[in-house]
């Protein structure tokens, strides 16, 4: 079973930027993700790669600021976070798809595999 291991959370100030990673046991050139759950909110969809096809997709309400992508020495996947807000506050969680799907999801109960999350917490 993949297992997947995060980092990079802390605490910030809002305006900031802040790099997540999600770092697997063993390499996939499938599907991995990132979602992100406020408090007392549900999990909500952040970004995925879909690695063998070099396809992204991002949540449209984040307007640009995050941006997924692999580091291809590692398999590391990372999250680059800018321009962080307090409602931004939530726990992040890295996901992994390791079968061939023909599309990434967006909804996490297409998500087989989770890491435990990391915390950002953004307030002044």
Not at 16 to 34: G, K, Q, V, Y
Not at 35 to 46: I, L, N
């Amino acid at each position: 079973q993949m297992q997947l291991a995060e980092s990079g959370g802390t605490s910030a100030r809002p305006g900031e930027s802040l790099i997540l990673s999600c770092t697997p046991s063993r390499r996939t050139d499938n599907c991995m993700a990132w979602f992100r759950q406020p408090p007392g909110k549900e999990r909500e969809f952040v970004a995925y790669i879909q690695i063998r096809r070099n396809m992204r997709a991002h949540s449209p309400s984040l307007r640009g600021r995050f941006i997924i992508s692999q580091d291809d020495a590692t398999g590391t996947v990372l999250l680059t976070m800018r321009n962080l807000s307090p409602d931004e506050t939530a726990r992040y969680y890295c996901a992994a798809e390791p079968a061939a799907v023909s599309v990434c999801g967006m909804s996490w109960q297409d998500w087989p595999v989770w890491g435990q999350g990391t915390q950002v917490t953004v307030s002044s």
